[in-house]
């Protein structure tokens, strides 16, 4: 986050490096709390899961995704330090693979090759490549675990492909056969994922700074998915032709609810203001179809200039599925570094013990009517 934040909001900091046939992605995660368990089985599943999905390219077949832990880690508990991780490639040919002759359009290429003026397409797209997205999901998968300690889930699913809206099957042969189409065409395809967080106390994010709050934050999270358009939270643009007198969600005494209060719908997609509110958080986003396709678009040969089809090389028909994976990876991140930093503590059991005052079981009608009576 920029330096216009609050430090007080973000909890966690994560930073990825390696390109995708490079000997490795590398991964930092700081900020976790002492003493956490790690189930790193479960980290490994969860980096398998972001090759599911009918449409990925031939990578999926052999790529083995080794996880190492390099560091932050004690007789399996975290330290308190940073987490260090690798993700070894099964393909390391960085140096040798050929260039690419002509940009694609919708790739970072021919930006990049503008950026460094010159030709190495190559030096641009191996980290442009969606492949950093294996060393987020590792880092994620361990955000994951520190909020199912809090009873928080984190759960995304893909609504569309190609046009295709999801079908009452969860099986989808419907996608895989558009998937299939697409592919027999040599064309791409995007889609609609929606993700969605339950179990999330009020009051994580913050609003003191415009880049504090929870939306923004998980917002930015999802648009930085390669090839992620567009992204919406509750009824987010259906909201534009809806009257606010059905929109905003209604305030009700609900005995269960959180401090005595339920809401009478979720509209809003369990962010106000910046803050989670207690509701689930749901959002939804936009994938494009990928750059990369066997005939190729409009293009021109870096050499010459001359009028040509993109240069195509090995790639995915199709990777919503994937993108719905890691989806849900950096709302983990997000929300875990929210949680981090609204229960502070330094092992994970101070944590337990501040998040078990955070007044649930209260009642509004209890607390002070003015901020001077919790001091
Ligand atoms: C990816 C690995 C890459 C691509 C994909 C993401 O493998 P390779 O290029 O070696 O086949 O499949 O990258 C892109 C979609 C892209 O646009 O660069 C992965 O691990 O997810």
């Excluded at 508990?77 to 987490?83: H, R």
């Excluded at 689930?280 to 200039?305: F, Q, W, Y």
């Excluded at 005052?357 to 009642?363: A, F, M, S, V």
């Amino acid at each position: 986050m920029s330096h216009s934040s609050s430090p007080a909001v973000h909890g966690l900091r994560w930073t990825t490096a390696g390109e995708s046939h490079g000997p490795c992605l590398v991964a930092v995660l700081e900020g976790l709390p002492a003493a956490m368990p790690i189930d790193w089985d479960a980290v490994s599943e969860g980096m398998r899961r972001r090759w599911k999905g009918y449409g990925r390219g031939p990578r999926a077949k052999f790529e083995k995704d080794v996880l190492k832990v390099l560091g932050g880690i004690k007789n399996g508990v975290t330290l308190g330090s940073p987490l260090a991780l690798s993700v070894g490639n099964s393909d390391t040919r960085i140096d040798t693979l050929p260039n690419l002759k002509a940009p694609r359009p919708g790739h970072a290429d021919l930006a990049g090759a503008m950026r460094s003026k010159t030709r190495d397409l190559r030096a641009v797209l191996e980290r442009a490549s969606a492949r950093e997205t294996a060393a987020r999901t590792a880092l994620g998968e361990v955000a994951r675990q520190l909020l199912a300690q809090f009873g928080i889930t984190v759960k995304a699913e893909t609504l569309e492909i190609g046009g295709t809206p999801r079908g009452s099957d969860p099986e989808t042969p419907a996608w895989n056969e558009t998937i299939r189409a697409a592919h027999e065409r040599g064309d791409s395809l995007g889609g609609v994922f929606q993700v969605r967080v339950e179990g999330c106390p009020p009051g994580l994010g913050g609003l003191e700074q415009p880049v504090d709050r929870l939306d923004v934050r998980l917002m930015a999270a999802l648009a930085s998915i390669p090839a992620i358009r567009g992204v919406e939270i509750g009824l987010g643009f259906r909201g534009a032709s809806t009257p606010g007198s059905k929109y905003h969600d209604g305030i009700v005494p609900e005995e269960a609810g959180w401090a005595g209060v339920g809401r009478s719908s979720n509209r809003c997609g369990g962010i106000e203001g910046g803050l989670t509110n207690g509701q689930a958080i749901e959002l939804r986003a936009v994938m494009k179809p990928i750059p990369t396709m066997r005939h190729g678009a409009d293009s021109v040969k870096m050499e010459t200039l001359e009028s040509s089809r993109a240069t195509y090389e090995r790639s995915d028909v199709c990777s919503v599925e994937p993108a719905s994976v890691v989806g849900e990876i950096v709302v983990c991140l997000e929300l875990a570094s929210a949680l981090r930093a609204r229960l502070g503590g330094w092992t994970l059991a101070e944590m337990r013990e501040r998040f078990a005052t955070l007044g649930g079981e209260e009642r509004l009608s209890d607390w002070p009517d003015d901020l001077s009576g919790r001091s």
